[in-house]
């Protein structure tokens, strides 16, 4: 057994070394790594186990980018550089077409930001892929959660609600027949990360996440974190328009926007006055940013439909609270 | 589920932070960590999955030790300081109970070593942990595979060979009714790590590794990194007392000793004028070192028993070569 993971492990080691803060990668009992002076490191673990968070039976090459683009997302909320990434893959025999595959989704996106594999472990289990990506952000210049302000704007990047609705179309056979099922499916795995507009956002988001439990439930730990409270205005939020054909309607596309986990599109705050400039940098990188609601004193999260509010609070608010 | 999942999140969550080289830990999107200038940072992944490296039914307390001493003991092999760690945990079902015990052995065994947990993600899924540990090293004082030279002395720390017998009980039950068998289980998952060890070998020590696969496994991966052979002689292999019991006799204990995986031990090797002075520092740290062999020119294993070579290339190490 040991033999034949060895080999896998052979797999991963054969990317070539592309970074010369990297002074060890694989091959000796740790990686060994040089960050750059006067920055801070950010760090961040995330798993995707097959039956909790993909099929068993899901395109590799999807598990393999989606794995990676969900953590360059939290590097991305926090406006950090993506350097290095170890993983831990677990799998119930060593299957080397599925690796291959997986590859296929894993290195190019790696490649396209600059990420080093520097190691990790692979392991007879349930298939599983756990990584911990590691980028720099020069010190003080970290986008928190906790800086949101009364007044500031509430911005989202790109088009929300398309994940929930290829989730749906994975977990419920007859979605589909529904229109744009495929289109929507696939964008549920290959979803875009946002590093680019983290790193221009230093220095001007007040607060930022990245969209992973669904807008209604990030924005929560945005307003828990800033201890303020936030108004979103459902009719505003962008919504693709396979998304509506998907709905038959955009109210209901809105809904799935406001719920849709698994985005990875950035939610941040932004003072009023940089409100133009920013829009015009995400423009030239060309990036859809949209105005979806502002911050609040009350710690309420409302909700507004064509300047009416439908919602006062929204419920599971206290439940982070606690 | 989330909910649930959240809570045990805060369960880890609830740790003091105790280091100044964390700005943030858990709570954003990543933390956010400052390593010290001239230093590197030593990286290390290993997974615990449940099955294949401990029982569903393992002593919750011991696996969180095993999973942390496993990873501490990859800094140990390069003589790294350890600083950060970060964790992903599967679970079939939140059970705090299980999780109670879980730190009970991964907490005062991070905190023993000033390790600091920064964050990681707690999923729903089959039993299984995966650590990312970090540590510095002053800048070219790493313990590296590759640094072996013709006459250099193999040294162990320790005993070995429980490891494997402490296995067989858990695996055979029959063998309980040997003698220590409870004691040497609980040696299979409570190594010590050798931390104190590996940063006293720094600048000392030509190669170094953790005994992880065994000792003639992992004197091997010094061979091919260092591209020279070894002889070791297996009378000399440090055994303890109630290995010999438990094994009959001695000769039997010291073929345990030889291939005893998960030990934790360290296997490095020293220059010969190196061999008084680190003897004496190692005892006063109180950890028994035992000179096992010596590194030859030709690139074979070879086994000696009473000063005769009873084996001439041991079996597997082409196996490395290719």
Known sequence: MAGEFELISKYFANQKLKRNDVALSQGDDCALLLSPA??????????????????????????????L???????????????????????????EKWLQQFCEGF??????????LIGGDTTRGPLSITLTVHGFIPQGEALLRSGAREGDKILVSGQLGDSHAGLEVILEPHKRLLAHAATLEAR?????????????????????????????SDIQHIMHRSKVGARLALDKLPVSQELIEYCLDKETAQQYALKSG??????????????????????????????????????????????QLIEKDVAGFDHFRT
Chains 1, 2 share one sequence.
């Not at 760090?43 to 968070?53: F, K, P, R």
């Open 69 to 95: 683009a969900s953590n360059i997302s939290d590097l991305a909320a926090m406006g950090a550089e993506p350097a290095w990434v170890s993983m831990a893959i677990s799998l119930p025999k060593p299957d």
């Open 188 to 216: 549920h795995y290959c979803a875009e990360s946002r590093i680019r507009l983290g790193m221009m956002l230093r220095g001007k988001a007040s607060s930022c996440i990245d969209i992973s439990d669904g807008l209604v």
């Open 38 to 67: 006067g920055s801070q490191i950010a760090v961040s673990t995330d798993s995707l186990v097959a039956g909790t968070h993909f099929l068993q039976s899901a395109d590799p090459k999807w598990v393999g980018h989606k794995a």
């Open 107 to 116: 290195f190019p996106l790696a490649d396209a930001h600059n990420l080093q």
């Open 262 to 307: 698994e985005e990875y599109e950035l939610c941040f705050t932004l003072p009023q006055h940089l409100l133009e400039s920013v829009q015009q940098q995400a423009a030239e990188l060309g990036i859809l940013l949209t105005e979806v609601g502002e911050i609040i004193e009350s710690d309420t999260l409302q909700l507004l439909r064509n300047n």
